[in-house]
């Protein structure tokens, strides 16, 4: 199975700033990588699919980019709402799916 | 509206079973696949089970195979995941999504639609 890590598991900042995430894939999986996004007590959200494609209604704060084995997601200027944490997922093969261990944001 | 709602949830015994539903709104199952995602108390996301819009195709975690069977009524529009020999580590909120593909045979799929989740806890 491909292995999904994520780093840094948790990070703080504030409102306003910029935040990067990434995820690294054990192996090359194009760009089929997904975003997660969950709010604490919340289901997951999908943010963004194919390493890049904003969902619609997601705000275009989020961006994502990276292909292969290594992939951000940016949050260009954090706001209240996007302190949660948030998942990769690689859908480069059939099931079983693989999601990585996730990056908790904090408020600074 | 694309809606979720899973039920089944509650406190089992290790060794016992339980059947989680999942109902869904606003699309018909067999049109999509769909899968269950776990989440252990304080932990990350775990894929469980899958099946794909046809219904001819499932798929499940190494963890959970041969214990659990994920099936469909197509009238109810239902997904349910029948779980047998539950351990104390498949304690966890049980979410079922809506996966946008219709049989995971094209990479880059992904779940669009989430349901609130149902609590399963596996203790004596």
């Known amino acids: 199975d491909i292995q999904m890590t994520q780093s840094p598991s948790s990070l703080s900042a504030s409102v306003g700033d910029r935040v990067t995430m990434t995820c690294r894939a054990s192996?090359?999986?194009?760009?089929?990588l997904n975003w997660y996004q969950q709010r604490p007590g919340k289901a997951p959200e999908l943010l963004i699919y194919?390493?890049?494609s904003l969902r619609s209604g997601v705000p275009s704060r989020f961006s994502g980019s990276g292909s292969g084995t290594d992939f951000t997601l940016t949050i260009s200027s954090l706001q209240p709402e996007d302190f949660a944490t948030y998942y990769c997922?690689?859908?480069?093969?059939?099931?079983?799916?693989?999601f990585g261990q996730g990056t908790r944001l904090d408020i600074k | 509206e694309v809606q979720l709602l899973e039920s089944g949830g509650g406190l089992v015994q290790p060794g016992g079973s339980l059947r989680l539903s999942c109902a869904a709104s606003?699309?018909?199952?067999?049109?999509?696949?769909t899968s269950w995602v776990r989440q252990a108390p304080g932990k990350g996301l775990e894929w469980v089970s899958g099946?794909?819009?046809?219904?001819?195709?499932?798929y499940y975690a190494d963890s959970v195979k041969g214990r659990f069977t994920l099936s469909r009524d197509n009238s109810k529009n239902t997904l349910y995941l029948q779980m047998h020999s539950l351990r104390a580590e498949d304690t966890a909120v049980y979410y079922c999504?809506?996966?946008?593909?219709?049989?995971?045979?094209?990479?880059?799929?992904?779940?669009?639609?989430w349901g609130q989740g149902t609590l399963v806890t596996v203790s004596s």
């Open positions: 999504a809506k996966d946008h593909t219709y049989n995971y045979a094209t990479s880059g799929y992904y779940s669009d639609y």
């Open positions: 194919a390493a890049s």
């Open positions: 099946i794909s819009g046809s219904g001819d195709s499932t």
């Open positions: 606003g699309f018909t199952l067999s049109t999509y696949a």
């Open positions: 997922q690689q859908t480069y093969t059939a099931p079983p799916i693989t």
């Open positions: 192996q090359s999986i194009s760009t089929y």
